[in-house]
């Protein structure tokens, strides 16, 4: 059973740094994805950033320039920093792996969330 975990999340002020971290069961190459989700009250969960198992980084035009998805391969962690934070960061963060099967349907795996307050 695929475990994903996250720590990290609090309470910042604008301006201030998180570092949220994805702890996954199992080698983190056995996803084809790994990426960061945020969701807020009333609206879909929409990607942060995403770091393919081959491929170039990306980010949500929103965090460009502020946010840094990273992996270490030995530990099976993708961490999230976050710098610059605003109030519109708020949110909870879901960590998520996506697999192409075969077939080339998905299967997406995620975590429990954790949760982002930028606030005076």
């Known amino acids: 059973q695929v475990q994903l975990v996250e720590s990290g999340g609090g309470l910042v002020q604008p301006g201030g740094s998180l570092r949220l971290s994805c702890a996954v069961s199992?080698?983190?190459?056995?996803?084809?994805?790994m990426g960061w989700y945020r969701q807020v009250p009333g609206k879909q969960r929409e990607l942060v950033a995403a770091?393919?198992?081959?491929?170039?980084?990306k980010y949500s035009d929103s965090v460009q320039g502020r946010f840094l998805i990273s992996r270490d391969t030995a530990k099976n962690t993708v961490d999230l920093q976050m710098n610059s934070l605003k109030s519109e960061d708020t949110g909870v963060y879901f960590c998520?792996?996506?697999?192409?099967?075969?077939?080339?349907?998905?299967?997406?795996?995620w975590g429990q969330g954790t949760q982002v307050t930028v606030s005076s």
């Open positions: 770091f393919p198992r081959y491929g170039s980084r």
């Open positions: 998520n792996g996506e697999r192409v099967m075969p077939s080339g349907s998905t299967e997406n795996y």
């Open positions: 199992g080698s983190i190459f056995s996803f084809n994805v």
